[in-house]
Structure formats: C-alpha cells, structure tokens
C-alpha cells in the first residue's frame, strides 16, 4: 500500500516450492506400484525455491521442499503391490492442508527410511513394513492399521505418534530388531 510518507509497500512471498522429486502423484490420483523384480529409489531431491528479492532486499523467507522420492497431492492413493522388496530412502511428502488419500501395502517388503510427511491413513497387510524414523509413518495425525499377517518393523531407535490398529485377521507382528522404540 502507499502512506503519508511517500512509501510504497508491498507484501511478497518467499521462494516456490519443491515438490515431489521423483514422482509427484496429482490430486485424487491413483499410482500402484507393482512388478515381480526387487527396486529402489536413490540419489533423488527437491530444492526449495531461493528468498525473492524486493528493491535489492532478499525477504526472509525460502520456499519449502517436500518429498524427495514422492509428493502426495490432495486425496492421492498410493499403493505399493509389487512382489520383489522396495526400499524407499528418501522421503514420502504430502498435501497437509487438505483432504488426506491413503497409503496401501500389500505386496512385497517395503523400507521407508526417511524423515515422511504425508498426511493419508496407512494400511499394511500380508507384508513387512520397515521405518526407520520417528517420522516413517507420516504426519503423526495418520492411523496404521496391520492386518493379514502384517508386520511393522523398526530400523532404528524410534518414538512413534500414530495410532496402530491390529487387525483381526491373522497374527500382527512388532519387530522392534533390539531398537528402542516408544
């Protein structure tokens, strides 16, 4: 706005956003991921977008950066069904903002070993699911639930915020591998 001085200010925003390194899944998308051979993501980043500068001053404010390996737009599902392992080393982000998707595990053993974000509920059965943060199982508002003989197991010392449902159907398993895990 201009005041009484003569000044013109103006409101400006930071850096963009980086978004979804490798796979950015599209609001209320479906993406399965399958096949019968072992795989792993690597080497994958987003940058944030730099602080802009307004009449030579760079306002303080850099943009975000936000799942490394996958970004889950709004009401995105994700599910992994593929028969070989998986391993995930970066991070799984999401949309907090709005209406969460879900997250499907169903295949083969899976490992998320990064710091995750996604804000969707998280459904794992007949198979292994290994994290290794206390952040592995997303947003901490996200609910797990194990069934079918599910195991959720535990790749380092951590401290986990969601809720766990065990399911009914077969024997859920806690594989704590000698970590500490609260």
Known sequence: GYNSSGTITATCGGGGAGLGGAIFVMQGANLVLQGSDSFSFSGNSVTAGSPAVFSGTTLPTSGIADGSDFFLNSGANLTFSQTGTLTIPGSIGGDALNSPGTVTINGGALTWSGANTFRAPVSVSGTTLQIATSTGLGNSSNVATLNNSATLQFG???????????????????????????
């Open 156 to 182: 380092g010392n951590v401290t986990v915020a969601n809720a766990i449902v065990l399911g009914s159907t077969g024997t859920q398993v806690f594989d704590t591998q000698s970590q500490t895990v609260t």
